[in-house]
Nanobody, 123 residues
């Protein structure tokens, strides 16, 4: 089992920045590719970013590319999501997830999930 705990969410004005963290415990963190997803009320869960086990490969959807950056520190068992130039449409609950294979854009391919952290961007 892998336990994931997100933090860093909050209320920010449009154009501002937030840095989300996701702390992992329970298994060897470096054995897992990690992903960030988000879900707004009434909408399906949406892929935001993914990073490979060693951090050498990342992927983003066009909606956040150039504004969001995923990174990880395997020594600290933590994955981060730096979010810049935030927009009201980025408002959602943000979840981190882990899978024991390669990176994936598909939420169904992830094995472990955190409880989520709320991000609210005001206009």
């Amino acid at each position: 089992q892998v336990q994931l705990v997100e933090s860093g969410g909050g209320l920010v004005q449009a154009g501002g920045s937030l840095r989300l963290s996701c702390a992992a415990s329970g298994r060897t963190f470096s054995n897992y590719a990690m992903g960030w997803f988000r879900q707004a009320p009434g909408k399906p869960r949406e892929f935001v970013a993914t990073i490979s086990k060693n951090g050498g490969s990342t992927a983003y959807p066009d909606s956040v590319k150039g504004r969001f950056t995923i990174s990880r520190d395997n020594a600290k068992n933590t994955v981060y999501l730096q979010m810049n130039s935030l927009k009201p449409e980025d408002t959602a609950v943000y979840y981190c997830a882990a899978r024991s294979y390669s990176t994936s854009l598909d939420a169904h391919r992830y094995d472990y999930w955190g409880q989520g952290t709320q991000v609210t961007v005001s206009s």
